[in-house]
């Protein structure tokens, strides 16, 4: 809701779970892979965490650059907090 909200006004969502963490879908993906790997410990899942892992902060990391070009100084006040 907060993410849908923020693109329709082209603003960044702050409220909600980002007010805390600046990507929570990605903190609660990495969370069920945990999870994943826990309850299968088979070679695939062991496999795939670090390389799901190293894909989602690759693109977290793309997302952060994008945002801090698009919204600038606010982007930069919201990363600091």
């Known amino acids: 809701h907060v993410l849908y909200n923020a693109q329709r006004q082209h603003s960044l969502a702050i409220t909600g779970p ?3 963490i600046r990507h929570p879908q990605y903190v609660a ?3 069920i892979l945990l999870g994943f790997l ?5 070679l695939l899942t062991l496999i795939m965490f670090p390389i799901l892992l190293l894909m989602y902060s690759r693109l977290a990391i793309k997302e952060e650059a994008e945002m801090s070009k698009q919204f600038g100084a606010v982007d930069d006040s919201y990363a600091q907090q």
């Open 29 to 31: 993906f990495v969370m």
């Open 18 to 20: 980002y007010a805390c």
């Open 38 to 42: 826990l309850q299968w410990p088979t």
